[in-house]
């Protein structure tokens, strides 16, 4: 810094103020910031950020802890947008994944919070319960895409599936399909239990029973779609059938499909078909192209990190505030729904 003091003819504090966007404070005109500049752009000079954190008590840097996120075709997003937010307040997101180990996730964050983050992120592929160290709480953190038995501490960002599976539902009711079953994932997933929780509550607005034979649960890939297909479909002249299947996640669906059109079934025309994700390459892929609700991975990455710039700096008391943060998904409309065939 004394060096382009010296080459730009002016103080220290002059260029201490230009170098920290304060020159209007103290009155330097745009010509000497013009001057600093160049002597800065000549110099190649860069600020010391870690003596600039050590006197601000910031790092400008967050943790951001993940089970297997490196590996999940969905996990890219919520760190893409974990990484937006942050970059556009400049700061920068350092990232471990631990695989799912509790001893390198303990490790993971004390490493962290010895490297002197201003906050922690921790970020599950799976919706779900998680349960972390004490130690997560010892800054400012929050969770994204699961929640903890200590929610009186610990904020977090979850989907909101109950949403979600109403409007997988009613975008069928709203093509006129009274005959909607239920294909879940794992039985007593949270995630399956919210979304059957949307299922029904769009029959109740819709004055609809909801048929219990056709609520069922497998499992979350294709095979387990196909399966469940089949059986509903066996037996009956077809006019007992449904017309439309909320699935629970799109690997389902393109079993649920694939079954349908080995019984003769077509989709949309004799079956309308919903998924769950919009899975990248699959969802777009499939024939028809599937008419699915999308897991908002990118927004709640982002609110995350949103959260964790509004926490840092606030008070212990404010900060020890919890937030649940609900963020909706989208229906994303393709070719897998239709109108009931009039029979």
Known sequence: MNDVARLAGVSQSTVSAVVNNREATIGISDETSARVAAAI????????????????QRSRTFGFITDQIASSPFGGR??????????????????????????????????????????????????????????????????????????DRLSAVVPCEVEGGRAATDELLTHGHRRIA?????????????????????????????????????????????QLTTDLYQGGDGDEWPTGLVCGNDRMAAGAISALANRRLSVPNDVSVVGYDDQEGLADQVTPALTTV????????????????????????ARAEPTLLRVPGQLIRRDSVGSPRTR
Not at 44 to 55: E, V
Not at 120 to 149: D, H, K, M, Q
Not at 183 to 191: E, R, S, V
Not at 299 to 309: E, F, I, S, T
């Open 41 to 56: 752009e000549e110099l190649g000079f860069r600020p010391n950020l870690a003596a600039r954190g050590l006197r601000l």
């Open 78 to 151: 919520t760190v893409l947008g974990a990484q937006d937010a942050a970059w556009a307040d400049d700061h920068l997101l350092l990232m471990v994944n631990t695989s799912g180990d509790p001893l390198i996730e303990k490790s993971a964050i004390e490493a962290l919070i010895d490297r002197g983050v201003d906050g922690l992120l921790y970020a599950a592929v799976s919706w779900g319960e998680v349960r972390l160290p004490a130690s997560f709480t010892a800054l400012p953190s929050i969770l994204v895409n699961c929640w903890s038995p200590d929610a």
């Open 294 to 317: 999308s897991i908002p991975h990118y927004a709640m990455g982002r609110a995350g990190v949103q959260h964790l710039l509004t926490v840092v700096g606030t008070t212990a008391v």
């Open 182 to 226: 239920f294909l879940g994932g794992t039985p007593n997933d949270a995630a399956s239990i919210e979304r059957e929780r949307g299922f029904r509550e769009a029959h109740q607005t819709a004055n609809l029973p909801v048929r219990e034979q056709w609520v069922r649960y497998g499992r979350y890939d294709i095979s387990s779609g196909y």
